[in-house]
């Protein structure tokens, strides 16, 4: 595998093959001079992670480029695992696995553009070839039919689990004979989907005290990152909305959406409802949404103007803690939720928000209330 390849994606095993032919030992990665630019270039994949949820994608001119590229990415697993924040790891894996995505619809891309102009294919030459091959080492075994892409049933349902939208349920796929036809589009937010498993599942990775002595600095100038990047949110996003006063089901939600899982249908509608009966706008709650994991702007920007009533011509709002419970939506309720009355969780919001009734008794001067209108009877 030529090394350009390999830090394209770096996450496969010939990737690490390649890796371990360079000959560069864990040690002289975090140490020595001459992998400076890997290890800074790792760092940024990690911020990038942290402050837009992506990883952008950086030209190879040459091999020594790819070969910083490919560095980067242990060094960046590295990073991930000295911080030690779970959250965080599911918000590191999506940012990659989207960058992997990225990666691969250029290539079906590419591949389109020679067929139009006539170019031959070379075996593997084929962008779509490339990610079947790819789904394959994965895990999920694709096959053609005629032009098609056929999955077996059970695998659909395996790897599709985490996709919540309707589209993706197996009611609505073309299926026959225990298999399912998908589009190459869909193939790849598959792969996608299985490379966010694959490093959640691998990380945090066990790191020495070498390793956590030569990233310290690395380590705390991303730590600073993430804590700016979540206290900034609140206000940036929510204006005069206090997020304190949030019930636990939105702020779950809100919670799930910012680390980038999977939030199902019904819980996206809630927050979308939820945000703008408080009276956030259509374009705060779209940026809200940017970090979701299937985020697609027209799509949410449609489906947000649907709830909010600007096409629908119905203004939405949130369901009832009924219908949030009957949903699974209803996550970590804590006292007040339990309390009879608590139907809503727009009620939890307007309650929370109100000031605690002063407690009658003593006022100041050592006079009760009650004691001072008996004195002036
Ligand atoms: S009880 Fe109601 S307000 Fe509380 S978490 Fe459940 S749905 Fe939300």
């Known amino acids: 595998m ?36 890997a290890r800074s270039l790792g760092k940024q994949r990690v911020l990038e992670a942290v402050e837009y949820a992506k990883i952008v994608s950086h030209p190879m001119t040459n091999e020594t480029n790819a070969m910083n590229e490919l560095l980067s990415y242990p060094v960046a697993r590295m990073l991930v695992s000295c911080l030690g924040d779970k959250k965080f790891v599911h918000r590191y894996a999506v940012a990659e696995a989207k960058l992997a995505n990225s990666r691969m619809t250029e290539e079906a ?3 389109k553009e020679r067929e139009t102009k006539g170019v031959r294919k070379s075996a593997g030459d084929d962008g779509v070839a490339f990610v079947v091959r790819l789904a394959g080492e994965l895990g999920l075994q694709v096959h053609h039919a005629g032009d098609s892409l056929i999955v077996e049933f059970g695998d659909y ?17 073309d299926v026959s004979g225990g298999r399912t036809r998908i589009t190459e589009e869909r193939l790849i937010r598959l792969v996608e989907q299985m490379i966010t498993d694959g490093i959640i599942s691998e ?45 636990p089901c939105m702020k779950k939600l809100l919670e799930m959406i910012r680390a980038g899982e999977n939030v199902p249908h019904t819980g996206r509608f809630a927050l979308v409802a939820f945000l703008h009966t408080l009276g956030m706008d259509s374009n705060a709650i779209l940026a809200t949404f940017a970090m979701s994991a299937d985020f697609d702007e027209n799509k949410s920007r449609y489906q947000i103007q649907h709830i909010t009533g600007e096409i629908s011509g119905t203004e939405y709002t949130p369901p009832e803690c009924n219908t949030m419970r009957s949903y699974g939506i209803c996550f970590d309720p804590d006292d007040l939720c339990n309390r009879d009355w ?36």
């Open 203 to 247: 990380l945090p990775l066990p790191v020495n005290d070498e390793i956590l002595g030569a990233l310290s600095d690395d380590v705390d100038d991303i730590r600073l990152a993430l804590e700016e990047k979540r206290a900034e949110q609140p206000e940036k996003d929510f204006g005069t909305i206090s997020i304190v006063r949030f019930p």
């Open 157 to 173: 349902l395996r790897c599709s689990s985490a996709m919540k939208s309707k589209s993706w349920k197996l009611v609505n796929q």
């Open 2 to 37: 030529n090394v350009r390849l390999a830090a394209r994606y770096p996450f496969r095993k010939e990737s690490a093959d390649v890796l371990k032919e360079s000959g560069v030992t864990l040690d002289r990665l975090i140490t020595s001079i001459a992998y400076q630019e």
């Open 109 to 111: 891309e590419r591949s």
């Open 342 to 377: 608590m139907v809503h969780p727009l009620t939890y919001y307007r309650i929370k928000g109100k000031k605690p009734r002063k407690k009658r008794g003593k006022v100041k001067g050592g006079t009760s209330r009650s004691g001072a209108r008996a004195g002036r009877r």
